[in-house]
């Protein structure tokens, strides 16, 4: 966690933004299920929230546990001082059992300059029970 960051706690509002009946689901029923425990998260869009929630919590161990190892990073370099400002999924769609893709758009801060958008359809496999991010497209 970021030097100077206020402890997360599992009643706060979940980054991702994932809503049940217009409010924001606190991070202990929503991501954090899944960030504090060895459960994998049960779909492609719930993984997708969570890898969200990683890298604004910087999380790197949860980042590279769920990548896939033909695209995982050897390590995931944080830029310092960036703000997250949020996440709009898209779509998500199921290709089959085991493969499925998740469209989104994830907002950010720079320390320095302005907002940047990441728009992605990113694509997923489920392999030994547990779904992974394999990659994605910038759209």
């Keep these: 966690m970021m030097e100077g960051m206020k402890p997360f706690v599992m009643t706060d509002a979940c980054p991702c933004g994932r809503q049940h009946q217009k409010k ?4 202990g029923q929503c991501c954090g299920r899944w960030l504090e425990s060895e459960s994998p998260a049960p779909d492609a869009e719930s993984l997708m929230r ?3 929630c990683a890298f604004v919590l910087e999380r790197e161990a949860y980042l590279l546990k769920t990548w896939h ?13 960036v703000k ?3 996440l709009d999924v898209r779509t998500h769609t199921q290709d089959d059992v085991t493969h499925a893709q998740v469209e989104f758009v994830a907002r950010q801060k720079p320390a320095s300059g302005a907002a940047v ?7 997923f496999v489920l392999e030994a029970g547990a779904w992974l991010y394999v990659d994605g497209d910038q759209l």
């Excluded at 924001?24 to 991070?27: F, K």
């Excluded at 190892?69 to 001082?81: K, M, Q, T, V, Y």
């Excluded at 958008?117 to 694509?123: C, T």
């Design 84 to 86: 997250w400002l949020g």
């Design 117 to 123: 958008r990441l728009h992605e359809r990113s694509r």
């Design 50 to 52: 969570s890898r969200y």
């Design 69 to 81: 190892a033909s695209h995982r990073l050897e390590r995931i370099e944080f830029d310092p001082g």
């Design 24 to 27: 924001t689901l606190p991070y």
